[in-house]
């Protein structure tokens, strides 16, 4: 009689396992090509799965920096949580501020004129620590400036984005030019959603931030300063509630921030000086 082996079939990678696995080596590209190198950690949902995916592709440890441009405006529970978590996942953190908004170009409308201080904030800790690469938790879906991004986005001397002139990207293939007074941001979660990273952060058990969570009939579905950042309607108080939440959505994620209200190329002008 003969007798049969049969293989075990093998694992199909869902849509979560694709996004994690480009995201990996993103991140793998970027700390070989690039040093010195930090991940920039605003502390809310977006930056939390990237350190999580940086942890997952560096053996459990990040290994190079974290930042934290520190508007000083920030919630409370984003303090508590940046001071609980540096120290449970181990991470190098670069604190660094932003200049009051009286040293901010006159001519932003209110809101992004504060934002913008986190512009003047980055710039200043990329000179101080000459950074070659930066990484950024931005999503094409989020903005529709952000479409216009690449996965790795030069910026030249003075840290400004030139939108017209940014390198093809094919078969994941990262071009990392350099000239003096110029380094690149490299955007590992570029091909996510929010729907996704919602599903990732339920699926992994990634900690985070509760104000995300409903309390008396509010949350907030974007984290920013308190002064510009508002709360939305919501009953959502678990992830799940979350994500049903978000299925029948038709309301813009950065619906709270003030900045997004105001003229419709301000986003722009903030992303061209070196924004996030």
Not at 228 to 250: D, F, G, Q, R, W
């Amino acid at each position: 009689m003969t007798r049969t082996h049969t293989l075990a079939e093998p694992r199909v990678m869902d849509d979560l396992d694709q996004l994690e696995a480009q995201s990996i080596f993103i991140l793998r590209e970027a700390y070989r090509k690039l040093k010195p190198l930090s991940l920039l950690w605003s502390l809310g949902k977006d930056s939390n799965v990237m350190v999580w995916l940086a942890r997952k592709a560096f053996m459990g440890r990040v290994p190079f920096p974290v930042m934290h441009v520190d508007t000083e405006k920030k919630f409370p529970e984003m303090y508590a949580f940046r001071d609980e978590y540096t120290k449970k996942w181990d991470l190098d953190l670069l604190l660094g501020y932003c200049p009051p908004v009286e040293e901010i170009d006159p001519s932003l409308p209110p809101a992004a004129r504060s934002a913008a201080r986190k512009t003047a904030g980055l710039a200043a800790m990329i000179d101080k620590h000459k950074l070659r690469g930066v990484i950024a938790g931005i999503r094409r879906d989020e903005q529709a400036t952000r479409a216009k991004e690449r996965v790795f986005s030069p910026r030249g001397a003075g840290h400004r984005w030139d939108v017209r002139n940014q390198p093809p990207e094919f078969w994941d293939q990262y071009a990392t030019p350099y000239e003096d007074g110029m380094h690149i941001r490299v955007h590992p979660l570029l091909a996510w959603r929010e729907i996704d990273i919602w599903r990732y952060i339920e699926r992994e058990g990634i900690p985070l931030v509760d104000l995300y969570f409903a309390k008396d009939g509010k949350r907030y579905r974007s984290l920013g300063d308190q002064d510009i950042t508002s709360p939305i309607e919501s009953n959502a108080a678990t992830v799940a509630e979350v994500i049903a939440e978000l299925e029948n959505s038709k309301t813009s994620e950065r619906a709270g921030r003030a900045m997004d209200h105001e003229s419709e190329d301000a986003f722009e002008r903030l992303r061209v000086a070196g924004y996030l």
